[in-house]
Each structure stands twice: as C-alpha cells, then as structure tokens.
C-alpha cells in the first residue's frame, strides 16, 4: 500500500507520519507546496511546513512539487543570489518551490539514482498550472528590487531539444520533439502548460530560465523514482505482517467495470482451480464458470430477496418514499429512516424486477409523477400491478447498478443532487455516479479472491516450515487445506470440504502456507 499525505490536515498528517516513522514506512506527497516558501501562507492541506517536509524525506518518501504552487523566490541564504528570478510568474514559481524542496532533500537524488522530486499536476482538480508568459495576452515583468524590470526568459522553440540521456530510452534516438498536436497544434509559449503533451515543453521552459539538465536531474529519474518507492513500501515488514496474499473483491472498484485480470497473480488448488470465498459468510470455495463454489456448508439462500436500502453513490443517501398511499413521492434521505427506506427486487435473477416499498407494499413506478408544489415532481409509489412503469432492469457497472426502464431511460438523484428530499427522476443514462445504486440483494452471489501480492511466496505443505511459516487461511481462523482433488477447511486433524457436490473428509493433507 502507498499512502499519499495529500489533503491531510496537519493534525491528520502529524499522526499519519507518527505511524509511518514508527514503520520508517516511505510514504507520498503527490502534489504539495511549500509553506515556508510563500509571504501569505494560510495553514491548510495544501501546503506543508519545512519540517513536515522534511519528515516525508527522512522515512524515504517522495514529492510531488504541484504545478500551480505559488511562492516566492528561493535563495539558498539571506545573502545568496536567488538563482532562478522571478520574472512574470508561470513556470518561474514552480522552478522555485522545486529548488527549495530539492535542496531539501540533499540534491533529490535517492538509492540507484531514483528521483525523490518530481511535478504533481492535479489534473482532474481544481489547481492551477503554470500561464503563458507571451502569445495574445503576455505577463507583465516583475520590478527587481533596482527598480529595473525582470528580464522574460526567451521563449520555447520547435522542435523541441531532447537531453541526451533520454533520447534512446525516449524517442528511439531522434534527438528532437516535433511541437504537440491534438485536434491542433498546441503552443506553449501562448496557452501555458494547458495539456498533458506540454510537459517536455514546460521542462524546456524551465530550460531556458537558467535551470541545467543537472538541476532536473531528480524529475527525469522520477519514474525510477516511484518504482523504488513501491518496492520500499512493498518490502517494509513488521512483526505480525501478512503481506504476501490478501482476499480482494472479483471487481475492486464501484462505478467501473474491471477486466484486467492478472491471472499469475491468483492463489489455484490446481492448475486452473482458483480459490475464492463468498462476499457473505466468508465460506470457501473454488471458481467455476465465474461463480465460486463454495466447500463449506452454506445456510440455505432464503425463497425471496430481502428487503434493504437503496443507496444513491455520488451522495450516500437512500432512496424512501414517503407516505403510504398512491402517489406517494420518492426522493432521497439520509439512511437510517425506516422501513420507507428498505425496498424489495422482485423477479428472477436477471430481471426485469418491480421495486416494492417494504413499508407500503407499493411499487416505484416510471409513468406515476407527483404533481410538484413546495418539492419538486418526482416519481412516485403504486399499487404493484406489474405494468411496464413497475419493471426495472439492473444493470451492474463494478459494484454498482443503473435502474433502466424499458424505454432505456435511468433512475437518478435530480441535479446529482446530495440533499435531503432531492427529487427522483429519469433521465439518460450516462453512467455517473447520480444514477448508481449500491443494491445489496443483487450482490448475494459475489466474492472474493485469493491474490499474490507477491507471486511464489506460497506453498502446499504437509506442515509449515522455515520458508513458509505462515497459514493461510479463509478468515484469520479457518485454514486452507486439499487433499486428493479437492479443497477445503482445517477442522481439528482433519481436512474437510466437498467434492462433485458431496461431503468429503481426509486424514492425510496439505495445508496452504505463505512466507513471512
């Protein structure tokens, strides 16, 4: 696990960093500023003092110098030049606040010459990047304390000049880079670091201002950077540490799908026989045909879907309905409001489903709106007559479901709204998280896997020995054993699971260890 400090507050990052340095666990800070570094700093997460800074170095961590810090000029002392002056803003500032975090870090320069300071861009937020100093609308220069202007740096020409280092790895041994286009031609020196593809041009900017290939030195080695990092924390042990396999969900993530499968890196009984474990009950088991198998007796699945909450992703909040009669109005609330709250899916595994209210009896219904008035219209509760507006199609994305009607059209929170009482519409799927829904009683058959965190560490043994000490096992209690064709669980000297459907019990087995 690589933990990122970032939007800590500094009481979160100080006991963050307690844990860490207990560990000396290497962790990152992927888009920081300096704190020290700025006349007006306000203490917030954006921004780090000298010495948490220095914390994050000394447990061999790594930093990520956002593209939009804004700071003063860096002098290494009250009485040194300031090596990079500060002429409009833009690239210049960020050169600053990477000079003071380089210098920090004693050069930035780690083991096998890993780079420990690179750029944290933020794309995706809400930060800032460096501007245009000409093109339409250049920047004004700053005044130097001789009252005289600062001079610009020139401006970035094309194509591109590679540093020698990197034109074989890079670019197959051309030693320049041709002006980026997508859709256009996008120039630097007009629109600023605007794209992803400006990066060799914001690093030649950076270039042209004074700073040599030996003070950039720690931002082209970065990648290497970030490798030793995760091998860091990956070989970081402590007592009691259990690192090698970890039980991880079919699909890790909620609102995408997940199909990157990396098949080396699951646990078999048997060549091509995973184990795995169902979501509820934690039973083992053995994937076949996308489902797991389970070796251990289950309780009986009950004759209907129980009933349970709603839950809009983008906000948490459950769908209710209010009242108990026709027309009754569906919106969002917070959860914990009652059976108004709870809903069963009615209807055969794959679908369609009515969705019927555990309170009133009544179904959620796509052609039934209420009237509007002090709340917004919003779809509403029916008697469940099974009509085309009462029949809803789940389809799954990762761990969340849209609910389609049979026109096509999703089930969503208004406005992606996360008030209480925002109104329930239909609108056209698009998949965001407004029109997701965590439904529990659709995910009964899911389950985990046994993955390697790190592959051939494990190893099927009558008893442990000094390379693998340590038993796996289903729930931090049960062992996992096999025996003749089959798996199962541990139960006092003798291995018990099922095979072809039937109980099996063996005296001679193997158990299932892993590497300290």
């Known amino acids: 696990m690589l933990i990122d400090t970032e939007h800590l507050s500094w009481k979160s990052f100080d006991d963050a960093m307690a844990i860490a340095e207990a560990r ?12 020290d570094l700025k006349a007006d700093a306000f203490q917030t997460e954006h921004v780090r003092r000298t010495d948490q800074i220095q914390r994050i170095l000394d447990v061999g961590g790594m930093l990520g110098v956002i593209l939009g810090v804004g700071v003063e000029e860096y002098a290494r002392s009250k009485t040194a030049p300031v090596p990079l002056p500060m002429s409009c803003g833009g690239a210049d500032r960020w050169g600053n606040a990477y000079l003071y975090m380089r210098d920090l870090a004693g050069g930035g320069l780690g083991p096998q010459g890993a780079g420990r300071i690179t750029y944290g861009s933020d794309w995706n937020g809400f930060a800032s990047w460096p501007g245009p100093r000409y093109g ?37 041994g051309g030693p320049t880079l041709p002006r ?33 290939l030996a003070d950039l030195e720690p931002v082209y080695r970065s990648a290497r950077g970030v490798v030793e990092l995760w091998r860091a924390a990956r070989d970081r042990e402590v007592p009691g540490d259990r690192h090698r396999v970890r039980w991880v969900p079919r699909s890790p993530f909620d609102v995408l799908p997940f199909e990157h499968d990396d098949a080396t890196r699951f646990v078999e009984a048997s060549p091509g026989i995973r184990l795995c ?45 209010l009242g108990n009669g026709d027309g009754g109005r569906a919106q969002q609330g917070m959860c914990g ?42 779809l509403a509760q029916r008697t469940c007559d099974g009509s ?45 998280a407004h029109q997701q829904w965590e439904i529990e009683s659709l995910r009964t058959g899911d389950h985990d896997r046994l993955y390697q965190a790190d592959r051939d560490r494990l190893a099927w043994l009558a008893a442990a020995d000094a390379g693998h000490p340590i ?16 798996v199962g669980v541990v139960a006092g000297d003798r291995c018990l699971g099922r095979s072809g459907g039937a109980p099996v019990t063996a005296d001679r087995f193997e158990r299932l260890f892993q590497a300290r």
């Not at 800070?29 to 300096?34: D, E, K, L, M, R």
């Not at 679908?351 to 209420?370: H, M, Q, W, Y």
Request: proline share 10%.
């Open 471 to 486: 038993p796996v096992t289903v729930d931090g209690t049960r062992v996992i054993c096999r025996a003749s064709g089959w």
């Open 277 to 321: 474990r169902g979501r509820g009950g934690h039973l083992l088991g053995v994937e076949q045909g996308g489902a797991c198998q389970l070796v251990e007796a289950a309780p009986a699945e009950p004759a209907t879907r129980p009933p349970g909450p709603l839950v809009a992703y983008h906000a948490g909040r459950c769908l209710e309905v």
């Open 337 to 378: 409001g009652g059976d108004g709250q709870l809903w069963t899916l009615r209807g055969p595994a794959g679908g369609p489903f009515e969705i019927a209210n555990a309170r009133s009896g009544k179904c959620l219904d796509a052609d039934v709106t209420t009237p509007g008035g002090l709340l917004p219209a919003s």
């Open 388 to 432: 085309a507006g009462q029949r809803w199609q789940a389809v799954r994305t990762g761990n969340t479901f849209s609910l389609r009607t049979a026109a096509g059209q999703c089930l969503e929170v208004s406005g992606q709204s996360r008030a209480p009482a925002a109104a329930i519409v239909l609108g056209e799927c698009s998949g965001a």
């Open 24 to 35: 000396r666990y290497p962790v990152l800070a992927s888009h920081i500023g300096p704190f």
């Open 180 to 212: 980026f286009e997508e859709f256009h031609a996008w120039d630097y020196n007009a629109v600023g670091l605007t794209h992803a593809g400006l990066l060799p041009d914001f690093l030649e900017d950076l270039r042209m201002m004074g700073l040599t």
């Open 136 to 172: 339409a609308s250049p920047c004004v220069p700053r005044t130097g304390v001789d009252g005289r202007p600062i001079p610009k740096p020139g401006a970035v020409s094309y194509p591109l000049a590679l540093p020698p280092g990197l034109v074989p790895a890079a670019v197959g």
